[in-house]
C-alpha cells in the first residue's frame, strides 16, 4: 500500500512540475519591441514598416538593405539597424541578427539603441541555448533605461536564469518587476513557478493563485490561468490535499485547452478520496470527448477501474469493452495515417494553398490529408519546434516563389535591353555627331561677329546701330527729307525751304539727343543679349557633349547590362536548385517529425491497449472465482 | 492493479503535455542551410531591385507616390485611384491587414512610373466609409513640376477634428 501511494504521488509531482515547465517561454511573446512608436521621416522607411505590419516581412528586410545602402533612409539610421536586426531574428535569420546587433555595438549607437541591441542579442543567444552569452548581453544594459526595455530586460533575465534552473535568483529578479502591467499575468505566472522549483511553495501557490484568478481579457490569459490551476491543482494532489485540489480543478473552464487534463485531475481528487461514484462523473464526460490527448484516453481506463472499484464489475466489463475497441480502431488509423505521410501525401493540401504572397502562405491543421487525423498530432503541430520547421519550409516556399519571379523578370530585362539597343542602332545615323558639330561651330562663329560689331559700335558711338528698330525707320525718314531739300532747294519757295530745314535739324536733333543720352543702357541690352547667347550656345555644348557620351557609352551600358542580366540568371537558376533541396530536405524532416509523433502514439495506445486486455482479464478471473462477472 | 493503471496515467499525461520531436542536429544543419539560402536569396534580391530601379525607372523620369493615414477615425480606406495627366495609372483595393498597416505607421510605396519632364497633374480618388459610416468619395490633385531627378509625393490621409471629417493632404518629400 505504501509503495502503491509512493508511486502515485511521485507522478503526480512530476504532472505538476511538468505543467509548471512548459509555460516558461512563453513570457515574451508580446514583445515590447514591437509596441515602440515610429516617427516615419522616410518615406523608404515607412514602406519597408508597411510591408512588414503587412506580413511580408521578407519584402521590409530587402528594402531596409536597399534604403540604407542607397542613403534613402538618411533620418532613421540608428532605427533600420535594429530593425533590421529584429526582423532578421523573426525571419529565423539568428546569425545575420547576432551581426547586426554587434556592428551597431562597435559602431557606438546611441545609449537607447545600444541598450535595445543587447536586449535582442540576450534574445537571440537565449533562442539558441547560449545562456552564459545572454547574461553577458544583459550586464552590458545600462541601469537608467526607458520602462518599458527594463521591464523587457528582466523578463528575458528572469528566463535565462529558469532556463539554467536557478530559480531562485530567477524569482527574486521577477519580485522586482513593476506591479500593475500589462505583463503581470506572465511575470506571476513565472514567478510562482520559480519559486515552486526553489522550494518556496506557500508563495509560489499564492502567486499562482492570483493568476488562477485574475480577470483574463483574451484567450491567451485565459488559458494561462487555466494552465496556473491546473497546475496547483496537481501540486495539491501531491501534497495529498484533494479538496483544495478538487476547487482549483473546478475552476478550470469545461471547454477550454486545459478542460481534459482538469477533468482527469477531477476525477482523481475523488478517488483519492475513496469516492469513485463522484469521479466517474468527470471521467464520464471526458470518456465521450473526441481522442485528443492523453487525458482522454486515460479516461477509458479511469472509467472501469471506478466501476472495478464500486464493484459494478458488469459496467467496468463494458467499458473495457469499449476502451479496447476503440484502442484497436485508433490503432488501424495510426497504422494509415503513418503509410500515408510516409508515401509523401502530407504535403498535397499545402501545395494547392501556396500563393505568390508571404503573408498567404500558411499551414493550419485543416490541411492535413485526412488520414492523418489532427488528433493525433495537434501536440507536435502546436508545438515550438514544429513550428518553427513550418516557418522554414513557409519561408522557403516564398524563397522558391520569388526566385520564379525574379527569373520571368530577367527575361523581361533582357527583353527591353534588346529592344532598346534595336531603338538605339535606328535613331544613330539621326545623332550623326558631325553635324551637330558643324552647326554649333556656324553658331560659335555668328555669336563673334555680334560681339565684333557691339566693340565696334562702342568704340566708334555709333548711334545709328544703337537705334531701335523705331528710331531706324525715324531715321530713314529724316534722311529721306534731308536728300529732298538739297535736291530742291533752288526750286522752293525760300521761306518754306528755312521753315522746313528748321523742323528738320529740330526732329534730327531731338532723335540724336534721344539716343545719345541713352548710349550705356542700349549697350547694356546688347552686352547681355550675348552673355545669354553665350548661356544657350554652353548649355547646347553640354547637351552635344551629354549626348556625344551616350552614344558611344551605350553599346557599352547594353553590354553591361546583358552581362550583369545573364549572371544574375545564372545565379538564379542555382539558387533554385539548393532552395528546391532545402524544400526537400525540410520537408523529409517534418514528416520523420510527424512519424515520430505517431508512432510514440502508436506505442503508446498499444500500451493502453494490452492494459485494458489484462484488467478484462482480471476482471474475468475474478468472475470465475467469485461468480461476479459473466 | 489500481497501482499500475494510475502510475501509468499520470506517467502518460506528464509527458502528454509536452510530449514532442526535439531538433535534432539534422535539424540544425538544416536551420544553419536555410539561413544561408535566405541570406544569398535577400542579396539576390537587393541586387535585382537596384537593377529593376535603373533600368525601369531611371532617376530623371522617376515619380513614386506614397500613401500614408493618420488616426483614420473618420474614414477607412477602401480603395484608392490614382491619375496622372489624367491617365489611370493606379487603382488599388486594400485589405483589413494593409489598412491596419497603414494606421500603425507605415508607407505604402503606391505607385512608381515614368514622367516626362514639365508641369504634371496628379490625380488622387479616395474610397471607403467615411463620418457615420456612409459611403465616401473624395478626390485631391496636385500639380508639380518634374525635373531632372526623382520625385517623391505622399499622399497623407489625416483626421481634421474641427470639421470631423477626412482630410486628404498631397506633399513633395525633399
Known amino acids: ?630 | 492493479m489500481k497501482k499500475f493503471i494510475v502510475s501509468i496515467s499520470f506517467f502518460l499525461l506528464m509527458f502528454g503535455v509536452g510530449y514532442g520531436y526535439s531538433a535534432d542536429d539534422q535539424a540544425k544543419t538544416l536551420d544553419d542551410k536555410v539561413q544561408g539560402l535566405k541570406k544569398e536569396v535577400m542579396e539576390l534580391n537587393r541586387d535585382l531591385f537596384i537593377l529593376e530601379e535603373e533600368l525601369l525607372f531611371p532617376t530623371s523620369t522617376q515619380v513614386a507616390v506614397f500613401l500614408s493615414t493618420d488616426v483614420g477615425n473618420f474614414f477607412r480606406l477602401d480603395s484608392v485611384e490614382l491619375k496622372m495627366d489624367d491617365k489611370v495609372v493606379q487603382n488599388y483595393l486594400y485589405t483589413q491587414q494593409e489598412v491596419e498597416a497603414l494606421s500603425r505607421g507605415g508607407v505604402q510605396k503606391l505607385w512608381v512610373g515614368n514622367v516626362k519632364k514639365g508641369k504634371r497633374e496628379l490625380v488622387a480618388i479616395f474610397r471607403g466609409p467615411g463620418p457615420n459610416g456612409r459611403e465616401y468619395k473624395r478626390g485631391t490633385s496636385f500639380v508639380f513640376e518634374k525635373g531632372s531627378g526623382t520625385k517623391y509625393i505622399e499622399l497623407k490621409i489625416t483626421d481634421k477634428s474641427q470639421k470631423l471629417q477626412p482630410e486628404f493632404v498631397v506633399r513633395e518629400w525633399e
Open chain 1, 1 to 630: 500500500m505504501m509503495g502503491k501511494q509512493f508511486s502515485i504521488i511521485n507522478a503526480i509531482r512530476l504532472t505538476a512540475l511538468c505543467l509548471l515547465v512548459v509555460s516558461c517561454g512563453s513570457v515574451l511573446a508580446k514583445d515590447y519591441f514591437d509596441q515602440k512608436e515610429i516617427v516615419v521621416k522616410d518615406p523608404f522607411f515607412g514602406d519597408a514598416l508597411y510591408d512588414y505590419y503587412s506580413g511580408n516581412t521578407f519584402e521590409a528586410i530587402i528594402k531596409l538593405i536597399v534604403g540604407k545602402d542607397l542613403g534613402r533612409v538618411p533620418n532613421h539610421m540608428e532605427d533600420v539597424d535594429i530593425w533590421l536586426g529584429s526582423l532578421y531574428l523573426s525571419y529565423g535569420m539568428h546569425y545575420e541578427a547576432e551581426a547586426v546587433f554587434k556592428r551597431l555595438i562597435k559602431e557606438g549607437a546611441s545609449p537607447e539603441i545600444r541598450d535595445r541591441a543587447w536586449l535582442q542579442l540576450a534574445k537571440v543567444r537565449y533562442q539558441k541555448g547560449l545562456y552564459e552569452d545572454a547574461i553577458r548581453a544583459i550586464e552590458e544594459i545600462q541601469e537608467d533605461i526607458p520602462k518599458d526595455l527594463k521591464g523587457a530586460t528582466q523578463l528575458q533575465m528572469a528566463n535565462v536564469l529558469m532556463a539554467r534552473g536557478e530559480y531562485q535568483q530567477a524569482a527574486d529578479m521577477l519580485l522586482k518587476f513593476p506591479k500593475n502591467d500589462q505583463f503581470t499575468p506572465y511575470v506571476n505566472y513565472n514567478l510562482g513557478v520559480a519559486l515552486f522549483r526553489s522550494d518556496r511553495q506557500i508563495e509560489g501557490t499564492e502567486y499562482l493563485d492570483a493568476v488562477g484568478l485574475s480577470r483574463a481579457e483574451d484567450e491567451e490569459l485565459r488559458a494561462l490561468r487555466d494552465k496556473a490551476n491546473i497546475a496547483l491543482g496537481y501540486v495539491l494532489l501531491a501534497n495529498d490535499d484533494y479538496p483544495r485540489a478538487k476547487a482549483y480543478f473546478q475552476r478550470v473552464r469545461i471547454s477550454g485547452p486545459f478542460s481534459n487534463k482538469a477533468l482527469l485531475g477531477l476525477g482523481w481528487s475523488d478517488a483519492f478520496q475513496q469516492d469513485y461514484r463522484r469521479a466517474l462523473a468527470p471521467w464520464l464526460e471526458l470518456s465521450t470527448r473526441t481522442l485528443s490527448d492523453a487525458a482522454v484516453y486515460e479516461s477509458l481506463l479511469a472509467v472501469p477501474y471506478a466501476y472495478e472499484r464500486l464493484k459494478a464489475y458488469q459496467q467496468s466489463m463494458q467499458a473495457y469493452e469499449t476502451a479496447i475497441n476503440s484502442f484497436s480502431d485508433d490503432l488501424n488509423r495510426l497504422n494509415l495515417a503513418i503509410e500515408t505521410v510516409k508515401k509523401g501525401k502530407l504535403w498535397e493540401q499545402l501545395l494547392n494553398n501556396i500563393s505568390t504572397r508571404e503573408s498567404k502562405i500558411t499551414w493550419e491543421l485543416e490541411d492535413l490529408p485526412p488520414e492523418v487525423e489532427s488528433r493525433f498530432v495537434y501536440t507536435l503541430v502546436s508545438g515550438n519546434s514544429f513550428q518553427q520547421s513550418i516557418d522554414s519550409l513557409r519561408h522557403l516556399i516564398y524563397l522558391n516563389n520569388s526566385l520564379s519571379k525574379q527569373a520571368d523578370n530577367m527575361d523581361t530585362f533582357q527583353y527591353i535591353l534588346d529592344l532598346r539597343e534595336e531603338t538605339y542602332k535606328e535613331r544613330l545615323p539621326k545623332l550623326a555627331p558631325e553635324k551637330g558639330d558643324h552647326r554649333m561651330a556656324l553658331l560659335k562663329d555668328e555669336r563673334n561677329l555680334y560681339m565684333e560689331e557691339y566693340r565696334r559700335i562702342e568704340r566708334e558711338g555709333d548711334l545709328k546701330a544703337l537705334a531701335t528698330g523705331k528710331e531706324q525707320l525715324q531715321i530713314e525718314r529724316l534722311e529721306k527729307i534731308q536728300d529732298i531739300l538739297r535736291r530742291h532747294r533752288h526750286e522752293m519757295d525760300p521761306k518754306r525751304y528755312r521753315e522746313t530745314l528748321e523742323k528738320y535739324r529740330l526732329y534730327s536733333g531731338l532723335l540724336e539727343w534721344e539716343i545719345g543720352t541713352s548710349i550705356a543702357p542700349r549697350l547694356w541690352r546688347i552686352r547681355k543679349a550675348i552673355r545669354e547667347l553665350d548661356k544657350e550656345l554652353e548649355l547646347a555644348t553640354r547637351q552635344q557633349q551629354v549626348l556625344q557620351r551616350a552614344r558611344l557609352g551605350a553599346p557599352r551600358s547594353f553590354e553591361g547590362y546583358g552581362k550583369k542580366i545573364a549572371g544574375y540568371s545564372k545565379k538564379i537558376q542555382s539558387l533554385q536548385g539548393r532552395v528546391q533541396d532545402a524544400i526537400d530536405e525540410q520537408k523529409q524532416l517534418m514528416e520523420r517529425q510527424v512519424i515520430g509523433e505517431l508512432e510514440t502514439l502508436r506505442q503508446r495506445i498499444a500500451s493502453y491497449l494490452d492494459q485494458a486486455k489484462f484488467a478484462r482479464a482480471h476482471l474475468l478471473d475474478l468472475g470465475a472465482t467469485q461468480g461476479g462477472v459473466n
